[in-house]
Each structure stands twice: as structure tokens, then as C-alpha cells.
């Protein structure tokens, strides 16, 4: 998008070169131009929440069994969702826990969290019947304490912008960007030094890496806004020693672009999507440096499977209807597939009692 590489080029002339994190920040959320501001991002790449149902009929099933288990029966709960989109996933889950737990209908509310203001009028629109359950807010901006209940998120962190690193020849490098959209290497800045300081690693020697700053300061504020309940983090990424690793010398940072990967960071800016996988360590770190308790992290699959995606196998089986059945089939298929969702997303549950 022409306009947004024109403003981001007379950034860099005028404040010196940009930070990677900056630039995506601008990519990806430029009121106007940005990718997640502008456009469908359903041409360039599908989450859980678009195979189906399933996904979100599991996710309440599950919201509703920690609910009983970690509140008083009459205690409200509010749930949150990061990166609410349009509203599809939100409103999946809403409806279900409508339908299948009438007792928590007047114990709940949803609020989703969504910065664009384009995709919140879709999702206020598309779950225009539910609004007496469901709100959409644009910020997150809930004080110390202020939520007892479940704070959720589906592809979230791994859209935070994000620094990438560089360790040339033994020397700590980041990567920054010119006035002409092109990179140069520079000495980190401080916060970032002290980011990798306290993750505890880098980068192998002449490879690149991420520094997701954003995410630990997204982890942050989530936890000291809850008082008590569940964050639920389901993303693709791992931990510290598997992300800066000699099998990832270019690092994890990639492009969506009509369901095709790419590195051409510079090209279709605004069009395209901008991601790389989750450093789980510093969600888990940040979520014990505020006193959540951390159950072990596990793939998309072995949740789905331990959370009672074998009720939704046996259903499809006893299906009378073969359009039916292949349509949840490869739902399942795709939800818990090892190769695919199944064993490249994560699930991370963090508990404050």
C-alpha cells in the first residue's frame, strides 16, 4: 500500500531508523492502512474458530466446568476475549453456553476486545441477538482486580508486534528499518537488551530471532487486572530453547498472503499479514512474576482430546447424514491433525486463586 509506505518512510527520515516493532505496529494497525484495519484477513490465512462449531462448543464446555469449579454458584463471571475480530468465535461460545447451561445464563457476560474499529461493528453486527450477553470494547482497559473470570485469547500474541534480533559473529545486533524500507543492523536498544536478559537466552551465533516485549507486557496487564479466574493463551509457538535454535537460523517471522507463507517483509505493507511464533517461556515467566499458576503447557490436540472432543467423534460416527459426517470429520481432522492445528498450536491455562 503505497500511502502507508510513504509514511513510514518519512518516519524513518525524520526520526532515524525504525525499529522492526515499530514498523509492524504500522503494518498491521495503522488506523487506516493497516492490514487488521482494512483488510479480510480471511484471504490470507483461517484460524480454529473458521473450521467450525466444535472449536467453540469445546471452549465453552470447558469455560463452564472451571466456572463451577472455581466460583460460588451464584458468583458472576465475565469473560474476555483478546482480539475478539469479528466476533465469531465470541459469539460461537456465547451461544452455547446459553443453550447447553441455561443456570449460567444470568452469571456470565462476554466482552470482546477488539482494536479495529471496522471488525468491532462486524462482530456487533453479527451478534446483534446475543447483545444482552455479549459487548465489544476497543481497549483493554480493566483496572487492578477488576475481573473475576476468564480471560481468553485464540491467535493473539503471535499478531503482537515484535523486535527481531541478529547475534552476527558473537554481537548482539537489531534490526531496524531506513527511509527507504530497507534494514540495517544496529545496537539493541536497552529495554530489549534487558528483555533477553531476563528470557535468558539469544539467538545462536549468525542466526536471527524474535524479542516479544509486547507479549510480556501483554501478560502483564491481563494478570494484574485479574482477581481471580483463568487466562487461557491458544497460539502456535514455543518455548525459549526450541525458538533460539540453529534448526531456526532465519528465525520465526513470517507473511500471510493468500494462504501462502513469505519473508517479503517490505512488499504489499498493509496487505499482508505479519506474524511469528509465540515465546511461550515469557508468558509463563511473566504469569509466575504474578503469582498464576501455570499447568504444563500442551498441544491444541491433547487439550481438545482431554476437554471432550471424543464426544464430538462418536456423534459424527453415529451420523446417518454423509455430508454430515465428512464436513466434522475433517473439522476434527483439522482441529487436532499433528502436523497442522493440532500439534503446532499450544494451550497455555494460567490460575489465580
Known amino acids: 500500500m503505497k500511502e502507508l509506505r510513504a509514511i513510514l518512510a518519512q518516519q524513518a527520515l525524520d526520526q532515524g531508523p525504525l525499529p ?7 503494518a498491521l494497525y495503522h488506523e487506516k492502512y493497516g492490514y487488521y484495519t482494512s483488510q479480510d484477513t480471511s484471504a490470507d490465512f483461517y484460524t480454529n474458530a473458521d473450521v467450525g462449531e466444535i472449536f467453540a462448543k469445546i471452549l465453552a464446555r470447558y469455560f463452564y466446568k472451571q466456572a463451577q469449579q472455581m466460583f460460588a454458584s451464584s458468583q458472576e463471571i465475565t469473560l474476555v476475549e483478546l482480539g475478539a475480530g469479528t466476533g465469531k468465535l465470541g459469539g460461537d461460545i456465547v451461544g452455547c453456553l446459553l443453550a447447553e447451561f441455561p443456570d449460567f445464563e444470568k452469571r456470565f457476560c462476554y466482552i470482546g ?4 474499529a471496522r471488525r468491532r461493528a462486524l462482530a456487533e453486527t453479527e451478534n446483534a441477538a ?18 473475576s473470570g476468564i480471560i481468553f485469547s485464540n491467535e493473539f500474541f503471535d499478531a503482537l508486534p515484535f523486535h527481531r534480533i541478529r547475534n552476527y559473529n558473537g554481537i548482539l545486533e537489531e534490526i531496524y528499518i531506513n527511509e527507504s524500507l530497507e534494514e540495517v543492523a544496529l545496537t539493541p536498544r536497552l529495554e530489549v537488551r534487558d528483555y533477553l ?43 525459549s530453547h526450541e525458538l533460539y535454535s540453529q534448526t531456526r537460523p532465519l528465525g520465526t517471522a513470517l507473511c500471510h498472503y493468500r494462504h501462502q507463507t513469505n519473508r517479503e517483509f517490505y512488499a504489499r505493507i498493509g496487505e499482508q499479514d505479519i506474524t511469528a511464533q509465540v515465546n511461550f517461556s515469557a508468558l509463563i515467566q511473566e504469569g509466575s512474576t504474578h503469582g498464576l499458576l501455570n499447568r504444563p503447557l500442551k498441544t491444541q490436540s491433547a487439550f481438545l482430546l482431554e ?41 497455555l491455562e494460567q490460575l489465580k486463586s
Not at 446475543?130 to 482486580?145: A, Q
Not at 446417518?320 to 459426517?325: G, N
Request: aromatic residues 10%.
Open 20 to 26: 522492526f516493532s515499530d514498523f509492524m505496529q504500522a
Open 130 to 147: 446475543l447483545s444482552g450477553h455479549m459487548r465489544f470494547s476497543s481497549e483493554y482497559d480493566f483496572p487492578v482486580n477488576a475481573i
Open 197 to 239: 536478559s531476563w528470557i535468558g537466552r539469544i539467538p545462536p551465533e549468525n542466526a536471527i530471532g524474535e524479542a516479544h516485549l509486547a507479549c510480556r507486557e501483554w501478560l502483564r496487564k491481563i494478570a494484574m487486572s485479574l482477581k481471580k479466574g483463568l487466562i487461557l493463551s491458544i497460539d502456535y509457538g514455543y518455548e
Open 113 to 116: 476486545v477488539e482494536t479495529s
Open 307 to 347: 476437554h471432550g472432543l471424543i464426544d464430538f467423534v462418536k456423534a459424527v460416527d453415529k451420523s446417518p447424514d454423509p455430508r454430515h459426517k465428512l464436513k466434522m470429520s475433517s473439522a476434527i481432522k483439522s482441529l487436532i491433525h499433528p502436523e497442522g492445528m493440532g500439534g503446532i498450536f499450544k494451550v
